[in-house]
């Protein structure tokens, strides 16, 4: 089982028995957040899906406090090392490491970033398999992403303007067909505003949809 906690935006807690990975920790500067650094415990895994400052936010902070490995693109990877003095794997699109017991498999995103390219995650921890798309439009390959991967769990923006917004990201879900999807990158500013049960309408039976407030969790059980 993992506990799949939403932290505000696009961070999230996945702890399991076996590891504890952070996606995308902007904490400290986000408004919505119900922890920041210093509330964090633990991190084993911290994948950072591209550059910008409200998803690499306190990804080294955040390493360096609880000795965590930052995982992102080749290029992310080893700027944050040498800047910052932190274990880093750096990997690409397409490819699968495996960090502290996680295996972790770097999927395509379109969007845009500083250095290096935007990327999803395919998060297998503890029989679990998570997608967390990171910041993206829709795209038709997302249907090769579920048969592929079969996720347990999606975790998709939802906010529209910088990302998909509610139609298309109804849309993604119906593509990958995940067995729970949870809406993310929303409400954290008044241009990102969103309703999330009316997306989950859209949604429909494509999937179960589970509606969270930031600091709340959901348990992920495997299939």
Known sequence: MVEATW???AAW?????????????????????PLKVKDI???????????????????PALCKK??????????????????????????????TI?????RVNMTVAFHTSGKGHPTGWVIELDGVRIYHTGDTC??????????????????????????????????????VRPRVAIPMHYGTWPPIDQDPHAWAKMVGNAAECVILNPGESYTVKPA
């Open 98 to 102: 495996d960090v502290k017991g996680v």
């Open 66 to 95: 609880t000795g965590a490995t930052l995982v992102a693109t080749y290029e992310v990877a080893t700027g944050a090392a040498e800047e910052h003095k932190i274990e880093a794997e750096g990997m690409n699109i397409g490819g």
């Open 138 to 175: 829709l795209f038709g390959e997302m249907k090769i992403i579920g048969e592929f991967f079969k996720p347990d769990l999606m975790c998709l923006p939802i906010g529209d303007r910088y990302t998909m917004g509610p139609r298309s990201a109804a849309k993604a879900v119906e593509l």
């Open 7 to 9: 932290l505000g935006h």
């Open 41 to 59: 415990a633990r991190a084993d895994v911290v994948l950072v899906s591209h550059d910008h400052f409200d998803h690499f936010g306190d990804a």
């Open 13 to 33: 807690r996945f702890a399991g028995k076996s590891a504890t990975v952070i996606v995308d920790p902007f904490l400290d500067e986000n408004p919505k957040a």
